[in-house]
């Protein structure tokens, strides 16, 4: 298959929805002959923060010279970014080489007579054969949906990561911190620790699970903590107190390229798995720690950009918890800006709750849909919303009239929906392109009617 039909294969998939449960992908793995267990695997699931958390593991195992794999979801332009290898995206002639793989394993599954595949378990089995055949050090592998019954949950890891645990995906994951605590908890692998900032109801569900497999559990506020931050406008200084396998609570000093509360709390999670991956491979250091953190980059997580002195900031927040550390963020960041605030949200999310966190009676909202079946209406949302508002065809319209409205005072926020990120992304790119060829033309002009210098 090229590119092109190895993506239409897997939307044709994608047609039979989300279907949680292991059978298949254990079938599908067992054809491939268990590329899984070729390579070390670090596990990452929780309701927010789990990309940045893999983002940041990812950086640091790097700047230990290590060759590591990266699974995520969802991309934000093309699929390549959800299969990252060796410092970049899987390349479109590999990802159509281990689809044209995966598919021949899945064609085989199917005239055994078992289901075929959904589109995330072909994804995820081109994941894991990829990293086979790149002979990685590390797979750094974040969960689709939940836990429990995620294709992911195959892995054997040597640490297991849940970040924390919101109200989020309650059709499939359960309509109680409860049962979406439970569900996360199903990571929790025999004798394997585990690292969480999950906190009250969550946290007893997962002691209780760890227990149970006698999995030693480090938790934030015990074995890990924020001791001090400061903020900057691109990051923060963290200092990080977490327990050495061997040792009482221990200081580090670090760099964290994102800013907000909630990503210092990430970035000590980060911190917290790999100590414990140290303990087990002395390739990796504290030296690596620090710097690898300091250079981890993730694209859509309150990343901000500057047209002609407008801030623009574009945040993957999409649910309550999410909202609520975007708000956070937003009141450190511009604390007395104006929002002109491109918004799509999901027909599957808790809109208003999102809306009420981030959106004050001043701001105005540029309202347009994700592409994906599951948007809201804009005509839908916009009967949500009692500032001032305007329905726009595009993500990239939405942005055009916002920063052209936007003065002094004002800043531009993407928020709502990580399927509305990839197009504001390109906008962008195209924005500063604009914007580079307009200072380099504005130069040459201004050398050209520079007086000759006549001095001898």
């Not at 990293?131 to 990685?136: A, D, I, T």
């Not at 995620?150 to 924390?164: A, H, K, L, R, Y």
Request: net charge negative; glycine share 6%.
């Amino acid at each position: 298959m090229t590119y092109e039909e190895s993506i239409a294969y897997l939307e044709a998939a994608a047609s039979f929805g989300i279907k949680p449960g292991m059978e298949r992908i254990e079938a599908l793995l067992d054809r491939l002959d268990h590329p899984e267990r070729a390579y070390r695997v670090i596990h990452v699931t929780g309701t927010n923060g789990k990309g940045s958390v893999c983002a940041m593991i990812t950086s640091v195992l790097e700047n230990a010279m290590l060759k590591v794999g990266r699974y995520s979801s969802p991309h934000l332009i093309d699929y390549t970014e959800r299969i990252y290898c060796g410092g970049r995206d899987i390349s479109r002639d590999d990802f159509a080489r281990a689809a044209d793989v995966v598919r021949a394993a899945a064609e085989a599954m199917q005239a055994d007579g078992l289901e075929a595949p959904t589109e995330f378990e072909l994804l995820t089995a081109m994941a894991f054969w990829h990293f086979r055949e790149q002979h990685v050090d590390y797979a750094v592998v974040e969960v689709g949906l939940g836990g429990l019954l995620d294709s992911t949950n195959v892995v054997e890891p040597v640490v297991s990561v849940i970040t924390n645990v919101a109200m989020d995906h309650m059709a499939y994951l359960g309509d109680t911190l409860e049962k979406i605590a439970h569900q996360k908890a199903g990571i929790i692998k025999e004798g394997i620790p585990v690292v969480t900032a999950a906190q009250h109801i969550p946290l007893k569900t997962i002691k209780k699970e760890a227990h149970e497999k006698k999995s030693r559990l480090y938790f934030y506020g015990r074995d890990f903590e924020i001791d001090s931050r400061s903020k900057y406008q691109h990051g923060q200084i963290v200092v990080v107190r977490r327990k050495d396998v061997a040792k009482d609570l221990e200081k580090g000093l670090l760099f964290v390229p994102f800013v907000g509360p909630h990503q210092a709390v990430n970035a000590a999670v980060a911190a917290m798995a790999l100590t414990i991956v140290m303990k087990q491979d002395d390739r990796i250091n504290e030296n690596d720690l620090r710097e690898g953190l300091a250079r981890t980059r993730w694209m859509g997580r309150f990343e901000i950009h500057d047209v002609r002195g407008i801030p623009v900031v574009f945040d993957g927040a999409h649910n309550p918890a999410g909202a609520e550390a975007l708000s956070e963020s937003l009141a450190e960041q511009y604390p007395d800006k104006r929002r002109l605030i491109v918004f799509a949200s999901l027909q599957d999310k808790d809109t208003d709750e999102v809306i009420s966190l981030l959106v004050r009676k001043d701001d105005k909202v540029f309202l347009t849909e994700a592409p994906t079946p599951r948007a809201r209406k804009t005509s839908e949302l916009a009967g949500m919303f009692t500032c001032e508002k305007k329905e726009e065809p595009s993500v990239s319209q939405a942005l055009s009239d916002a920063v052209a409205e936007a003065k002094d005072g004002d800043m531009v926020l993407v928020c709502g929906s990580l399927y509305i990120l990839g197009e504001a992304l390109t906008w962008m790119e195209q924005k500063e392109a604009e914007l580079r060829d307009e200072a380099a033309q504005a130069a040459a002009e201004t050398k050209a009617e520079a007086p000759a210098d006549e001095t001898k």
